[in-house]
């Protein structure tokens, strides 16, 4: 499995805002607070939008649909928005915990994490290395205003370089006007607790300042194995000033997280053994959550024994030893500011420190390799006595994850004008600089396998020279410019409304990699002082190292028409034009060959996106149903590159994708709702990849770990003071490759998995209870989650490869055993 790093990029707060012009009040949907703005979009707390069982599809041109607190507040308290947005629509997200701490897999219409922009108050989640979403660490719950997600496509000044295609937009809370008080305590199956606190002001002084805080803490097991721990801390809190009564306000709000994970439930799928049990973890897809757990026996290392070439220790080397910890701090502003009647001015500045870091162990040497010290050749030596038995003859094993450190700014600003009463024009300016450092230090481990240090960046083990020895050191630079206009009008008695507008984005990459480039799949050497040049001299076909500079730019034109039918629904029409620019980290293959050669060469993706829908939002009966098609051009991947001859990071070439979105919310009285919503997609790969040994044949099939159909259903019920939901979710089969065959055992007919996964069924409970007849506030209550009721095994996310070919030396897709049965009772105490 791809080591883990976590990320949270730095967010802008959006705020609340009520405006007249242009009439197009809808839900908050837009990401920034000058697309909030520009919009006019309505939005007072979360728990107003309209809509039923806590979904509503606002009245845009986008393929599009929010939860709002209705909704979120009914499932597991701190779990991942991202689990919850499984159930709209287009969406497919498998979570690898119960409890939303360990990530999970998410796709929407076929496009993965890197290809979707994740918004927390306008400001981009994806890692600015690898685009990739941590589901784990976004914020608590209880500080989720609404998630809105765009199906298909982008605002107009999206500060993304990675989004193709879909959004998701998290609005952070807003303090409110009144006093509250909160509390709530939570306690479930696989020792998990919970405790969290929040406290809103109101408004205070003359100027009616606002502010709020809130903090939670929470552990559980891994339900997997008798080792994983999972342990989570968060605080928020942000302070907003109104500026008078038009609207205008200042606002500035932080987040810290703090994660430490051990990696847990991840099998290689293959239904044959790979590998003898060693008794150090799962050695295949098991058949059964029962055959899945796996129960430690308490490890020791020997001693070491001196004058003795000693062999290194396996302690601390199975899978689930290994530690996910992360620190993020993040700081966001907002501001809005009348400047002239119909003249206004948004910015959105903010700011994030990440430090995170991923991985196993690894075995080093005491001793040196050809008198160097350091990461030589994909072995480690460090010329030093690492066990304390006064020799440097042995090998020790050693904790070696790779290490992430972000540091980012970024701005989004916008200037709005409206021309007349239902014209109006915008013109919006982001700009982002992200400054990561890669690199993979040593630290030690304890006689029991569990590190000495969790992060060994904070003392690194050196050679004998005094040189840090790790297995990577690189430092890059991502920058974003990006100007964007958007013009947006209402004619025919504001029946129809249209909306068109570019985005220009301008990125530039500046990567250093400090360490030796030894091989055509991107190895390094990382060898310094000394030994560096007695490592060149041994190597002449290692690449020094060296600094390169890319840059992408490109005009990307959008559409939205809506056209409302009376006492009908409204149909809409949505055209946009995507990109995604090839991954920072990924880029540093390309220096092994030759700056501006092929082998190095890499374009950015980029898609043609079609929305054509009906919807209906008033009622009892609300509605949206969307025809929609992808056209992907110069996709990207990881296949076998001819000039390069080996597989790197490159163009793949054409996909279309098309298919049907649709869900229908029903209240059939006031004390019943319903709602259903189901997808169909069909993709096809145009063009066969390369392989070393020809073509493989991928044309005209259909991509790999994509859902084909998603189905499912909440049905909830008000009878105060109880209330009760049952939510499920049937997700189709999914192929394991681009071939679209079974997976065989290397080399042979033997079929180790199937083409295609099973579908699966989820079933969620909700139960809650107010407390209000025994004397507390009306707000208080007891609520129960059950998560897969009937407890389902099945096959979690995993990522699409072209490759069918599994082997027992490791070359195999990896999947996440799915989350199992789990129930949490919480109690909330409020004022």
Known sequence: MTEQKYRLAAHASATVLALASLGLAAPALAQSTGSMDFGNQIVVTGTAQKGIVGVANPDTSKASAILSQAWIERQTPGQSINDMINYLPGVSFQNNDPYGGSGGTLMIRGFDATRISETIDGVTLNDDGNYALYSGELLDSEVIDQVAVNFGTTDVDSPTSSASGSTINIRSHKPTEDFHLKASGAMGTDNYYRVMGMVDSGAIGPAGTRLYGEYSHSHNDSPFNNYGKVRREQANGGIYQPLGANGDFLSLTGTYVGTENNFSGS????????????????????????????????????????GTADNANTCGSAYDYRVNPAQLLNLRGSARLTLAPGLVWTIDPSYQSTKANGGGTVVASEGTSAGMTGYVNGSYYLGEDLNGDGDTLDKVRLLAPSQTTTHRIALTTSMRYDIDSRQAVRIAYAFARSVISQTGELGMLNSDGSPVLISPVNDPLTDGAGNVVEKRDTRSIALLNQVSAEYRGSFMGNRLKVNAGLRAPFMHRDLTNDCFTRSSSGGVSCVFGASAATYAAANPSAVSPQRRTYNYNAVLPSLGVTYDLPSAGQIFFNYSKGMSVPQTTSLYQSFYFANGSNAGLVDPEKTDNFDLGFRRTSGPLQAQADLWYTHFTNRLGTAYQPDANTAIYTNLGTVD??????????????????????????????????????????????????????????????????????QVKRTGPRYVNDQNTPYYLAGTTTVAYGAKTPSYTLVDLDARVALGAVGLNDRSYLQLNVTNLFNQYYAGGFSGTFNNQVSYTGSYTNVQIGAPRAAIATLVLAY
Not at 271 to 293: C, E, H, I, Q, W
Not at 657 to 681: C, E, K, M, P, Q
Request: proline share 6%; charged share 10%.
């Open 267 to 306: 099998v290689p799928l293959s239904n044959v053994p790979l590998t003898a049990d060693t008794g150090v973890g799962f050695t295949y897809f098991p058949t059964s959550f029962k055959n899945g757990y796996y129960h430690y026996a308490p490890c020791t290392t020997a001693a070491a024994n001196a």
């Open 657 to 726: 994708r098309y298919g049907i979105d649709a869900n229908v919310s029903y209240r059939f009285t006031s004390h019943v709702s319903g709602y259903v919503f189901g997808s169909w997609l069909h993709s096809r790969i145009k063009d066969n990849v390369d392989s070393p040994t020809g073509e493989l044949a991928t044309a005209g099939k259909f991509e790999s770990a994509v859902p084909i159909t998603t189905v499912g259903a909440r049905l909830a019920g008000n009878f105060q003071p109880f209330t009760l939901g049952v």
